[in-house]
Each structure stands twice: as structure tokens, then as C-alpha cells.
């Protein structure tokens, strides 16, 4: 009998990429979601099952759920998952070895809140909030502190460590996120950086200190250790806020990462199939792409016909089909596709997609977050 021919999904997706010196086996990566699971901030047994089911059921890359740095003001609970200390990574060891005993490949999303914390959280209570300027986003009067030169050099150590750790235990790259109104995104933003230093001012000048965390990663792992960037125009709080209103103004910030390090972005954006700026259908991923020539990871509602933020809210939302995306893949404006409360709500997504079973793909529903299935 003559096998069935391979659906389109199927053709597209399940080409290999490349980052730096990994090979990610398709084009499917499973996008980053905080969880809150791992009491003590180490990951358990139920972790690295919930990672490696999407892996064996043919995710390519595994982006992990944020995963707090080893700096006291880094983060605000004491059950998302630290990337520091001796019974959490080798609760990590435990996860990236399950992951690629299922056929896939992990990164950790390396993160520090900033100034999202408020002092009195978990895990380290008497730690300050710290930022660029010591404010928080959408308001003018300082409820933290603005950072000093050494707590800049802190946060740096403290990136370059997590990222050494990664590669030391077996991890296949690192995630840094500068993203969604959180530290590094907040140096970048004019809205929460006011400072009047090297730090502060121009795009590039916000970039500075993102670009030097990047370099300080890149010296520290060896040349072929993959770096993803991960950032977005929106905020947490700020949908409409950009980084960038202009092609012109997106590579002013994407150059500086791109020379410091970055081997691959991953431009966040709520709905993937929307256009970033006028007089093109490209998405941010895509200019991204264009601009940098760095391997591009698009992401927002894929598969899914709902916004992020309402969807993890509580609001359902349907099945979106995929057609647009696989043409992006085609005419190679960006290289993998990271799917997020798809895959949360389904663990064999990616198999049932590569199958063509679109027909067995269920609507989200929020009440997935109540798990690890």
C-alpha cells in the first residue's frame, strides 16, 4: 500500500532549523508560560513530564516558562522556578535530560521582573524593586529603585551565570527575556527608562544594557551555544506601547543585540498574522528577520483565533487555521513558529498538526492552567 502523502503542515513544518550551532529538528517551538509549580523554585518531577510529552509528541524547541536569575530582586513567587541554586538546577538537569530522551530540544527563558516586583514578595521579601529609573510602567512616581552601577553589573553576573549553568547541565541554548514590560524590556522602552546616563536616552543608549547582558553570556558559554532575545513592542499593561514606530527605529535596537550576540529573536506579538508597520504585510518577526538576518521565531495566538492576555484571563478561544503562517514559513520571512496556549491546552499539538488531524485540535479553555497535563 502507498503511504499517504505528507499534508502541507506537515512539509513545512517538519524542516530543521538552524540556531547557531544547534539543529532544532522542525519548525515547532513550544513558547514560554509561567506555570507557578515548582514550590521552592524547583522544578519537580511533574515538570519534566509536562515539558517532555510536547516533545514527544514532536515540538521541536522547547522555550521552559520564565525562570528567575540568581539576583534577590528578580522575581515575585516562590513557585515559578529559579535558575540558580543546587536543588534547582538539578531539578533542570532532570527536565532537559527527559526532553531530549522524548526527541526534543530545550532552552530556559532566563528572566528578571524589574520593577513588576513590589517589595514584600516572594522568594527574597526585603528585596527591593529596582529598574532603570525606579518606576513602574503607566506611572510617574518612583516605587522602587533606580539601579546603580552595581546593581547593573549584578543583574549582568547574574544573566552570564544562569546561562554558563544551562550549558553546564545540558540545556541546548538560552532565552533571555526582554520582553513584555520586564527588566531588560524596560531599559529598552522610553516609557519606563528615564535616565539621563549611558543607559538612558536614544534607542541605542537603551539598548546598552540589554546588548552588554547578551555579550556577557556570550563570553561566558562556549562560540556555538545558541542566544535567543526574546522582545515585544506590547506590555504587559500597555498594549498599544512600541519600541519602535518605524523599520528604521526597530534596527537601531535590533542591531546592538544582534552584534553583542543574539543568534536568534523572538519577536512577541499578541496576533502573528497582523502587520508591524504600514506598507507591508510583514509581521514583527518578519522585519525582524529583514533587518537583522538573524533565524526569527513569530509567535501570538497561533492556532488559535483569541487574544493572549483575555485567553489567560479566562476567556476560550477558538481554533484558528494555520494556512497564512505555513505561507510566511514558505516565503521564509521567519523560521520557526512558537505556539503557546495551543499547546497548553493540547499536548499532542504538534502531532496531531504534522498529521493533518486538524479536524482533532480543541478550542482552549482556561482552565488548563489549573495543571501540568
Do not use: C
Not at 522555550?63 to 535558575?83: C, I, K, L, M, N
Not at 476560550?316 to 494556512?323: H, L, N, Q, R
Amino acid at each position: 500500500m502507498t503511504a499517504p502523502a505528507p499534508s502541507r503542515a506537515a512539509e513545512i513544518l517538519s524542516r530543521p532549523a538552524h540556531i547557531n550551532g544547534l539543529t532544532v529538528p522542525n519548525r515547532i517551538v513550544m513558547a514560554p508560560m509561567t506555570r507557578n509549580f515548582s514550590p521552592g523554585g524547583v522544578p519537580g518531577a511533574d515538570v519534566a513530564s509536562y515539558y517532555s510529552r510536547r516533545a514527544a509528541a514532536g515540538v521541536g524547541l522547547i522555550v521552559t516558562e520564565g525562570t528567575y536569575v540568581g539576583h534577590e530582586s528578580a522575581g515575585s513567587s516562590d513557585s515559578v522556578p529559579r535558575f540558580h541554586g543546587e536543588e534547582q538546577l538539578a531539578g533542570w538537569a532532570k527536565v532537559a535530560e527527559q526532553v531530549h530522551a522524548a526527541g526534543g530540544t530545550i532552552v530556559p527563558q532566563l528572566w528578571h521582573i524589574g520593577m513588576v516586583r513590589e517589595q514584600g514578595e516572594p522568594p527574597y521579601a526585603d528585596a527591593p524593586a529596582v529598574g532603570p529609573s525606579g518606576i513602574r510602567l503607566g506611572t510617574d512616581e518612583p516605587t522602587g529603585r533606580a539601579m546603580t552601577q552595581r546593581d547593573l553589573d549584578d543583574v549582568i553576573g547574574a544573566f552570564a551565570e544562569a546561562a554558563a549553568a544551562a550549558e553546564r547541565i545540558g540545556f541546548d541554548g538560552v532565552e533571555l527575556h526582554g520582553a513584555h514590560g520586564y527588566l531588560l524590556d524596560q531599559f529598552l522602552w522610553s516609557g519606563t527608562n528615564r535616565r539621563t546616563d549611558a543607559y538612558g536616552g536614544d534607542p541605542v543608549a537603551r539598548t546598552k544594557f540589554a546588548a552588554e547582558i547578551v555579550a556577557a553570556v556570550r563570553e561566558t558559554v562556549s562560540a556555538e551555544f545558541p542566544i535567543i532575545f526574546r522582545y515585544s513592542q506590547w506590555k504587559q499593561e500597555a498594549y498599544r506601547a512600541r519600541l519602535a514606530e518605524t523599520p528604521e527605529e526597530l534596527e537601531a535596537i535590533l542591531a546592538p543585540l544582534a552584534a553583542a550576540g543574539v543568534d536568534a529573536f523572538h519577536a512577541s506579538t499578541r496576533r502573528y498574522w497582523l502587520p508591524e508597520f504600514d506598507g507591508s504585510d510583514l509581521n514583527l518577526a518578519g522585519w525582524t528577520k529583514k533587518l537583522t538576518g538573524r533565524t526569527t521565531i513569530t509567535v501570538g495566538s497561533v492556532g488559535l483565533d483569541g487574544d493572549f492576555i483575555r485567553g489567560f484571563m479566562g476567556e476560550g478561544s477558538p481554533v484558528k487555521a494555520i494556512d497564512d503562517l505555513l505561507d510566511a514559513l514558505e516565503r521564509e520571512e521567519y523560521d520557526l513558529v512558537a505556539v503557546g496556549r495551543a499547546l497548553l491546552q493540547d499536548p499532542q499539538w504538534a502531532a496531531k498538526v504534522l498529521a493533518g488531524r486538524f479536524d482533532e485540535l480543541a478550542p482552549y479553555d482556561a482552565s488548563a492552567l489549573k495543571s501540568l497535563s
